[in-house]
């Protein structure tokens, strides 16, 4: 059983990929992480040597330690994570607990640069519609919480991608895009590791959504619809990202937990009197 300030793998993967997902943060030696150079789904490294300075980032946040196994490095960072008031607790069994459950891990050679804001920064066309908001939602969810994406016209992604470090996605010719009858959300879950019965089942309803194909899925008609409705709702991109992230939060929630859920009306049928 876990410590008040331990979270063990179960109870951090049903956090992983939802708004209330802590930050994760990977306390790793060089030597350790050289040998097994995965990441948790949106965590990052840090120096254990250094961890004050990181603590004033994280005064308002929830924080997930974890190291190779759990013990005296993560349990020292969170420690002096919780003396500067920052509410730490340490993954129970560490990276080598997660990776022997068989849940998803990124491999750090799939991670783009960092700027020198330690972000990934991403580039794409304006007025998005399905892919070009499920990807930054992925990305945000189970990646790089701190991503930033831009907006630009068509003709320029490839200059701008060029000349700010950015990494183009969803546009032709570039490695972040369709791959066949497949969706950019369906090369990033295949090059991230991130294959979870909850993203395929979900990537299923966008392919529909976003290739005319909505006989895929019965919800892929229902997500164009939403989506088309955003982007009429906002002319700002990046306002109508952030209202797409609510809208995939909500399909990834029921995609994990409620695709055998049923609703009608009324709920329970009387008797008829008499």
Known sequence: ???????NCSQLSRLIGTPAAPVLLDVRIDEDFAADPYLLPAAFRHP???VDALAR???????VVYCQKGLKISEGVAAILRTCGVAAEVLKGGQFAWRDAGLPMIPHQALPPLNESGQTVWVTRLRPKVDRIACPWLIRRFVDPNARFLFVSAPTVTAVAEKFNATPFDIEDVFWSHRGDQCTFDTMLSEFGLGTDALQRLA???????T??????PESAGLLAASLGLSRMHTDDLAQLDA??????AFYRWARDAVDEKHSWP?????PRG
């Open 1 to 7: 059983m876990a410590s008040p300030v331990q979270i």
């Open 48 to 50: 254990h040597t250094s």
């Open 57 to 63: 980032r994280l005064q308002s946040s929830r924080v």
């Open 204 to 210: 299923t309803i966008i392919r529909g959504a976003d």
């Open 212 to 217: 005319d194909r909505n006989s895929l899925a």
């Open 244 to 249: 797409g992230m609510a809208l995939y939060d």
């Open 267 to 271: 709920s329970t049928r009387q008797k």
